[in-house]
């Protein structure tokens, strides 16, 4: 009887947890058993793998293998094991050398002839290889990717026979050099082109500098979307490790891009979106929308045509920053800290409040329209701002605003002060945070004590409106809000509040 261990690794969120492939070969009737939960991909590889072995010039061993994927009770999914199970197989029956092993994670599928293939969640298998000090063998496919985790040595290997030429010292696989992508030039259009929305255009910059969630609201036509969608462009570039998390985030849905390295995602689900398509979900837990606008930007067009549980499992991430994915037999968390922009019209057909066309929805339909947006959810938008009809005359003749670039740099001024400051974003503070940074002087705390009895704020409300506050003290070099830049935070939670 022979044994063979070969390490490999599953996906559990961002997560990749170690599995041991424990390959078994005992005499009796031919036989090819595979064990340890896997899933139907998973048990398809008995078929690939035989296949790859004899078009690969090696034996098949006519004996019972039993292939056991340790630990047992965590599922197996993908073609990841597929080269982990055939190396086995070869060290097991004696046709490669196994002194090897030891030093060595598998990760990769095999094609009917041998070759290896890319496979999902790369680059958190090979996080997670490095914190384990081995290793790892991926398809050239995958190397670009796995090789981001620095304190990993990858080895790209094209087939089945390179691997197994590595093992017997015969031809030693080559490390991936590793060298990060070049940051590329943030893609987008030009803040310039809007014209007039000045007050839009300066809460699109309150937003970026603070990592505030905003809404836009207006009829058709405005240039909501157009506004929305040169959010990132403002924001600053992303440090590595966070360049590194959206990387891991993509790469679990097999979207890794290297030419949109340390960008700042943008996602614009349709809203005829599910709960699961935003959150994440199905039988194998996937990161949602949410997920993959990790440290970007999550835009929903006609918010309240979304419906209204999608839209109310928001709540939860829009605090906390990361969603748990939860169903019968597994449970997964991803991060999930997305800055929200939303738009919408102000009633069905959208034109109330048009100078020039009438609204032909009744007081029911108004009511029945926004109600679909809950006060909870609305609670924890911080900026919510009117984008008006502008006349020919007023579009004709106004001039060019600041580009994307003159706010850019504004911004990473701004953020540079609260991270050297707290270490977040304004956005981000806890409550302690927010007492201990975010506090008014005299003339602002007299404003907002008048304010809070009578808008009837809420907690939260408070605590948003003080780093709304914070953010525009930042931002015209203040060491406290002051009396100007507490109106101006309560004037964004009273748009809401009044709308």
Request: proline share 7%.
């Amino acid at each position: 009887m022979s044994l063979a261990l070969v390490r490999s690794r599953a996906l559990d969120g961002l997560d990749a947890p170690e599995v041991t492939v424990e390959v078994h070969l005992a005499n009796g009737l031919p036989a090819f058993s595979l064990v340890g939960l896997p899933d139907t991909e998973v048990r398809e590889a008995r078929d690939r793998v035989r296949a790859a072995l004899q078009t690969s010039q090696f034996e098949f061993p006519q004996r019972r293998i039993t292939v056991n994927l340790a630990p047992a009770d965590l599922p197996k999914e993908g073609g990841r094991f597929d080269l982990a199970i055939a190396v086995g197989i070869l060290v097991a029956s004696g046709q490669v050398s196994g002194k090897l092993l030891d030093g060595l994670e598998f990760c990769g599928e095999l094609s009917l002839n041998g070759e290896l293939r890319a496979v999902r969640g790369v680059l958190a298998v090979a996080l997670a290889a490095g914190r384990g000090g081995h290793a790892l063998v991926v398809a050239p496919a995958n190397a670009a990717e796995a090789v981001l985790a620095r304190e990993t040595t990858v080895l790209p290997a094209g087939s089945l026979c390179a691997v197994a030429a590595h093992l017997n010292g015969h031809t030693a696989l080559a490390p991936q050099p590793c060298s990060s992508p070049l940051l590329q030039p943030v893609r987008g259009s030009d803040l310039a082109d809007v014209r007039g929305q000045l007050q839009a255009r300066r809460a699109l910059e309150v937003a970026a500098a603070g990592a505030h969630a905003l809404l836009l609201f207006g009829p058709p036509g405005t240039g909501k979307s157009m506004l929305a969608q040169r959010l990132p462009g403002l924001l600053p570039p992303m440090s590595e490790a966070e360049a590194l998390e959206t990387a891991a985030v993509s790469s679990l849905e097999g979207r890794f891009d290297a030419a949109r390295w340390a960008q700042r995602p943008m996602r614009a689900p349709h809203h005829s979106a599910s709960a699961a398509a935003l959150v994440g979900g199905g039988t194998t837990p996937r990161p949602g929308e949410i997920s993959l606008a990790h440290n970007g930007v999550l835009y929903l067009d006609e918010l309240p045509e979304f419906d209204r549980r999608v839209l109310e499992s928001l709540r939860e991430p829009l605090e906390s920053g990361c969603i748990s994915v939860s169903r019968a037999r597994r449970r997964a968390e991803f991060p999930a800290r997305f800055q929200l922009v939303a738009a919408m019209n102000p009633c069905p057909c959208g034109f109330l409040g048009h100078p020039r066309k009438a609204c032909r929805c009744t007081p029911e339909q108004i009511a029945r329209y926004r109600g679909r947006l809950s006060g909870p959810l609305l609670d924890r938008i911080d900026l919510v701002v009117e984008v008006p009809v502008l006349e020919h005359e007023e579009l004709a003749s106004a001039a060019p605003g600041p580009s994307s670039m003159e706010v850019r740099a504004r911004v990473e001024q701004a953020r540079a002060v609260q991270i050297e400051r707290q270490g977040v974003v304004n956005a981000r503070l806890d409550s302690r945070g927010v007492e201990r940074f975010c506090m008014p002087d005299q003339d602002g705390a007299a404003l907002l004590k008048q304010a809070m009895s009578r808008l009837d704020f809420s907690a939260r409300a408070y605590h948003r409106v003080l780093r709304v506050a914070r953010t525009l003290a930042d931002m015209a070099g203040a060491a406290r809000p002051g009396a100007a830049q507490m109106a101006e935070a309560i004037q964004y939670r009273r748009s809401l509040d009044g709308r």
